[in-house]
């Protein structure tokens, strides 16, 4: 099922297709969905939390003074905002326990 220890959109609507007996169109359409629907929710600033999976954050980073590893030259990093993902302890055991 997995291809290259990754696991895809296709992957996820092939377990819906077997586990829940859906066909292949109304599961991959299933899957896409639920990523439009939280895509939807973050590009409009809401944070999406998914319980016993983890929470996908949205960061406001403000405008910082970095540097150039090479040059040593200070370049300031204009603000931006990031998406972070936090897991819940529930999936940090049993990646753990894996």
């Known amino acids: 099922m997995r291809s290259m220890n ?3 959109r296709a992957d996820l609507a092939e377990a819906i297709n ?3 007996g859906l066909s292949r ?3 991959l359409t299933m899957v896409e969905e639920i990523l439009d629907f ?3 929710a973050l590009a409009a600033g809401e ?3 998914i319980s016993g999976f ?3 954050l949205l960061r406001d980073k403000t405008e910082r003074v ?3 590893p090479k040059t040593g030259v200070e370049v300031p990093i204009t603000p ?9 302890q529930m999936l940090k055991d049993r990646v753990a326990d894996a």
Do not use: H
């Open 18 to 20: 077997r586990k829940l």
């Open 54 to 56: 983890g929470t996908f």
């Open 38 to 40: 939280m895509a939807d």
């Open 25 to 27: 169109a109304e599961s």
């Open 66 to 68: 970095g540097r150039n």
């Open 80 to 88: 931006r905002r990031v998406l972070t993902f936090r897991a819940s």
């Open 47 to 49: 944070n999406v939390k």
């Open 6 to 8: 990754t696991l895809t």
